[in-house]
């Protein structure tokens, strides 16, 4: 791997490039993230050579860059709906264990609390998670879902809710 890597330099500039449609920084992230959530036909121009980054501006559209400009997936080119892009409540926000916005909306009005990162952090050890091929971000997902608690514990008595409520907060910190 090491041979290979000083052999091909489309990488080994300092990884300074900003996302071509927000000019956001992004987020480093791994080829297998994007290799493991890009729908079939955007899979073929997915370039496994390049480095990739996760563009975490909530209304861009695009999900991944690379240092090259012809290499940019948005929204539609994924299998999953990716949740700092995703005001609406029915969008994942732990992908490994199957908890939306919903899930844990339902679990607070029910119980006046939520469990979710306990559950989450336990799962994680036993039987563990797979970040890296199921959340687009390609990381742990509990700072989402702490975020998510905070913001949902704030809308309190809980009642109505309807997505609206969510437009004025997609400020990436869900
Ligand atoms: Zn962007």
Redesign the pocket.
């Known amino acids: 791997m090491e041979y290979r890597k000083n052999l091909d330099n489309k990488d080994s500039a300092p990884a300074e490039f900003l996302?071509p449609?927000?000019g956001?920084k992004g987020a480093k992230v791994g080829a297998i993230t994007p290799k493991s959530l890009l729908n079939g036909s955007s899979l073929q121009r997915f370039d496994e050579e390049r480095a990739y980054r996760f563009?975490k501006?909530p209304k861009?559209s695009?999900v991944y860059f690379s240092n090259s400009a012809s290499s940019v997936f948005t929204k539609d080119d994924l299998r999953v709906k990716v949740t700092v892009k995703e005001s609406s409540l029915d969008v994942p926000i732990c992908y490994c264990f199957g908890y939306s916005r919903q899930s844990i909306l339902d679990e607070m009005k029910k119980n006046g609390g939520s469990k979710a990162v306990k559950e989450i952090s336990a799962k994680m050890k036993d039987p563990g998670c797979f970040c890296e091929t199921s959340n687009p971000e390609g990381r742990c997902c509990l700072k989402n879902v702490d975020g998510w608690i905070k913001k949902a514990g704030k809308i309190a008595d809980f009642e109505p809710v309807n997505d609206s409520v969510f437009d004025s907060h997609s400020d990436g910190t869900f």
């Open positions: 996302c449609k927000c956001n563009c501006s861009c695009a």
